[in-house]
Every structure is written in C-alpha cells, then in structure tokens.
Nanobody, 130 residues
Framework: QVQLVESGGGLVQAGDSLRLSCVAS????????MGWFRQAPGKEREFVAA????????YYADSVKGLFTISRDNAKNTVYLQMNSLKPEDTAVYYC???????????????????????WGQGTQVTVSS
C-alpha cells in the first residue's frame, strides 16, 4: 500500500505561480511512476503531468506544456508540480497519483490514462481568480 498526501494548493491571481507537493509513504519502493491529475467542477478528471520514478522521464498534457513542470525527489519520496502563469481555467482540485507496474513504458498516452494509477491522494484545491 502507498499513501499520498498533497499540499500547496490555494487561492491565487491569474499570472501567479504555485508549487504543489505530494509525499508518498508506505510501500514506496514499488512505485513506477507518479502523476498529477485535476478535476474542475462539472468536468471529468484530466491528466496534467507524470514522471517515471526511476529514469525521470516526464510527460505533460498539451494544455500545460511550457507552463507546468513536474519533478521528483526520490530520497524524499516526493513529487512536485510547479505551476507558472496560472489561468482561471486551471482552477480545479489537483490529485497526486502513484502507479506500480512491471516493465518500462515511454508513452505519454500510457501515463495519461488514470487506470494506470493504483493510488490516489485526497486532492488539493487550486483556485485562480481573474
């Protein structure tokens, strides 16, 4: 089992930056990848970014490329999401997720699928005012 705890959300103005953190605990040695998803009111959960835990390859949704950066600190079992130039449409609950699987996959399509992930955090609210 893996437990995930997100932090760093809040209320900001358009153009501001935020950094989300997600700390993993428990059976972290088996983590293969970690990702961030978000869900706005009335919308489906959508992929934001993911990082391969061992090699560090990163993948992004087209909507956040060049604006958001995902990174990880393996020693701290922590993944970060640096969000710059935030827009009102970035308002959502942001969820951290962890995946455990065999093999190595280098595919944005693979990591964007929420079914890949086995564990989810409780979410952190990000609100961007115009």
């Amino acid at each position: 089992q893996v437990q995930l705890v997100e932090s760093g959300g809040g209320l900001v103005q358009a153009g501001d930056s935020l950094r989300l953190s997600c700390v993993a605990s428990g059976d972290t040695v088996c983590i293969s990848a970690m990702g961030w998803f978000r869900q706005a009111p009335g919308k489906e959960r959508e992929f934001v970014a993911a990082v391969m835990w061992s090699v560090g390859n990163t993948y992004y949704a087209d909507s956040v490329k060049g604006l958001f950066t995902i990174s990880r600190d393996n020693a701290k079992n922590t993944v970060y999401l640096q969000m710059n130039s935030l827009k009102p449409e970035d308002t959502a609950v942001y969820y951290c997720a962890a995946a455990q699987f065999s093999g190595t996959y280098y595919s944005a399509v693979y990591y964007s699928d929420h079914r890949v992930y086995d564990y989810w955090g409780q979410g952190t609210q990000v609100t961007v005012s115009s």
